[in-house]
Each structure stands twice: as structure tokens, then as C-alpha cells.
């Protein structure tokens, strides 16, 4: 597996790049790379393979040889998680990132006990950088980027206009509906892979308010993961699993 960097340049054949900052030091003062290793260099265009030219101090040179092959899902599907305590937010980010999360949403929940009040920036950063760090580990082409919202209508709205056209509600409280039969009700449309937001409870699950919320929009859909309670920090990982399956993007 070669290492990966992601970089906010263009990519092109014969095109050098430079890493500097925490990724020149970390390659050129802890890996010690040396000129001729290969890299991937995730660029805005997507993925290069590179190979190292030139290692200064804190800072590598990458010549951008060919496109390298792609990674992330097909099927986009934005994580929504109500706020839980503890590390587990940091487990839930970079698990599913792991798995293929397209964006998180973190949302305050009713029941969720974290209250980020003057936070919010703070915990932001760190959970992006857990992200990022993820996503090199997992060989993905983009860092998926990490959201606070602290009002569930406003949130739902947002989604749908950003083009969400399914929005699936884990709820322990469910138990008619299944998350493959609801994914099944929408469908792809031919190549076009429909963009899905899956949203997971915080620890004492969703209130009789955001149940209400749910029954009344029109995208929204409540369903089970079976008879077994999961954790907040499993269920998401769980769910985002099963849906990128149904769709034929974990490996067929």
C-alpha cells in the first residue's frame, strides 16, 4: 500500500508538487522518504501516483506521473449523528470515513448529552483532522468534510437542497421496516447512483419530537437494523456498511 497525501492543487503528467507543513515534516523527518519512492497525491482532479524528486528539511517534492486508480463509493451517503459523549465521536468519524461516508452532519440531538455551546470550531477541527487521517489510512480520494447543526429542520432542509433525495432514520423503536427494504424504494436511476443521508441517534435514542419530525417529511424513513440494540458508535458504521453493500460498493 503506498502512502497517500491529499493536496488542494491541480494534478497533471509531469507536474511537481510540493508537500510542506505537517506532511513535508512527517515525510521528510519521520518516514526519511528518499528521492525515486512512489506516493499517491490526492489533487483536485483526484489521484496521481508520484514519485519523490527532490527532500528538503520539512519539505518533499512530488513529480505527478500518471492518474492512479479510484476509490470512493459510488453510492454518496452523508452520515448524520446525533452528538455523543465521550471519544466516540472520534470512533464514529473515523470509522465511517474507514467505510466510505461522503460528509458528516453532526447534529444536537434532543437526548444528546454533549452540549458544544462556544466549541463548536474547536471540535470541528479536531474531528477533521481524524477524518483526514482516516481516509489516508483507508486509501480514499477525498476527505469527507465534517458539519454541525444544531436544529433538525433547518438541517433536513439543507440536505434536500443539496440534493439528498432519501433521508433513513435508524430507530431502535422501528420494527416493521427494514433499512434494505427502505434503500429498495429508491432505487438508482440507471448509472445515477441517488444521494442518501443516514442518520444515527445519539445514546438515549431520538425523541418523541424528532420522531414527529421524521413521520412528516416527505424523504424521511424510519427503519430497523434488526432485533439487537446497537451502540450509537457501532450503528452508523453498521448501517453506512449495509447500504454501500445493497448498492454493490463493497467489493460486489
Do not use: N
Not at 437526548?111 to 477541527?125: D, F, N, Q, W, Y
Not at 486509501?139 to 454541525?148: F, L
Not at 424510519?222 to 448501517?239: F, H, K, M, N, Q
Amino acid at each position: 500500500m503506498l502512502p497517500r497525501v491529499f493536496l488542494d492543487v491541480p494534478g497533471g503528467v509531469s507536474r511537481v508538487v510540493t508537500l510542506v507543513g505537517e506532511d513535508g515534516h512527517h515525510f521528510a523527518r519521520v518516514l526519511r522518504v528518499q528521492s525515486g519512492e512512489p506516493l499517491v497525491v490526492v489533487t483536485q482532479e483526484g489521484p496521481w501516483l508520484g514519485e519523490i524528486s527532490a527532500v528538503a528539511k520539512d519539505s518533499v517534492d512530488v513529480c505527478l506521473k500518471q492518474p492512479y486508480a479510484r476509490a470512493e463509493p459510488q453510492c454518496e451517503v452523508v452520515v448524520v449523528q446525533g452528538l455523543a459523549k465521550g471519544d466516540k465521536m472520534e470512533t464514529i468519524v473515523q470509522k465511517c470515513t474507514e467505510v466510505g461516508a461522503a460528509l458528516f452532519v453532526l447534529y444536537q440531538a434532543d437526548r444528546s448529552v454533549v452540549k458544544l455551546a462556544g466549541k463548536v470550531e474547536a471540535k470541528l477541527a479536531r474531528w477533521q483532522k481524524v477524518a483526514q487521517e482516516a481516509a489516508m489510512q483507508a486509501q480514499r480520494d477525498k476527505v469527507p468534510v465534517i458539519r454541525y447543526e444544531p436544529k433538525l429542520a433547518q438541517l433536513c432542509e439543507s440536505l434536500i437542497a443539496e440534493g439528498v433525495e432519501q433521508l433513513v432514520v435508524l430507530d431502535e423503536a422501528e420494527d416493521a421496516i427494514g433499512l434494505t427494504t427502505a434503500l429498495s424504494r429508491v432505487p438508482m436511476e440507471g448509472d445515477r447512483q441517488v444521494k442518501r443521508a443516514l442518520f444515527v441517534g445519539p445514546e438515549g435514542g431520538w425523541s418523541d419530537a424528532e420522531r414527529d419530525y421524521f413521520a412528516s417529511c416527505e424523504k424521511a424513513c424510519l427503519v430497523t437494523l434488526g432485533p439487537r440494540i446497537l451502540r450509537t458508535e457501532t450503528a452508523g458504521v453498521v448501517g453506512l456498511a449495509v447500504t454501500l453493500a445493497h448498492f454493490g460498493d463493497m467489493g460486489g
